[in-house]
């Protein structure tokens, strides 16, 4: 929930980490979430500041140090970029839901802005925690139907356990797209 933002049921609850999923995929699924809900800050550190939500050099550097990062810690870097890209549209599309609410709504805006700074250093936490689950679950998200089995109890669970809101499961939804490797042609994403 963004600092300063009214606790209400449509916010993400905050207790990632505080039960265990029923899935081998449940700690990579608890960080996007993390990575998600992370982003609630970064929409408060934006909105009224005319800080654009999209920013694509900014975007294109994170994606080339998550392309170095990868290549250093042994995940092919082109999976990590697309699970990387997802967790990017997932970002955008809680910033511009939450812009959208609070513009709609002006008494649920955030009474106070973040840093970028540290959320920035949060991210960065977020991206060598999620290489590392995806170094550590490559075998499973190469079998694709077993990957999407795992991967439904995954973010099916944590979307309960956390209580997202429709917004944030439609987040987690675009966020974890690329998880489970497929037979379809890359084209086709």
């Known amino acids: 929930m963004a600092t300063g933002a009214p606790a209400n049921a449509e916010t993400v609850s905050g207790t990632v980490g505080t039960a265990k999923s029923p899935s081998r995929l449940g700690p990579l699924t608890d960080l996007v979430i993390e990575r998600i809900r992370v982003s609630d800050d970064v929409a408060a550190s934006k909105f009224g500041t005319g800080s654009p939500i999209e920013d694509s050099v900014r975007e294109a550097q994170v994606l080339e140090q ?6 250093a810690a042994g995940v092919n870097p082109d999976t990590a970029v697309a699970f990387f890209q997802d967790q990017i549209t997932a970002s955008k599309i809680v910033q511009k839901g939450l812009f959208a ?3 709609a709504h ?6 106070t802005r973040p840093d970028l700074g540290p ?7 977020l991206t ?11 075998e499973l998200r190469e079998r ?3 990957c999407m089995v795992q ?3 995954a973010t099916g669970s944590g979307a309960v356990r956390e209580r997202l809101d429709t917004l944030h499961r439609e987040a987690l939804r675009t966020a974890t797209q690329s998880v489970c490797r497929s037979s379809e042609p890359t084209g086709r994403r």
Request: proline residues 8%; charged residues 30%.
């Open 128 to 138: 060598t925690a999620l290489l590392q689950e995806l170094k550590d679950t490559e």
């Open 106 to 111: 002006p008494e649920e805006a955030p009474t």
């Open 66 to 71: 998550v392309r170095n990062q990868a290549e």
């Open 144 to 146: 694709p139907i077993a």
């Open 101 to 103: 609410r609070w513009t």
């Open 151 to 153: 991967l439904a109890l």
């Open 119 to 125: 959320i920035r250093e949060q991210l960065d936490q």
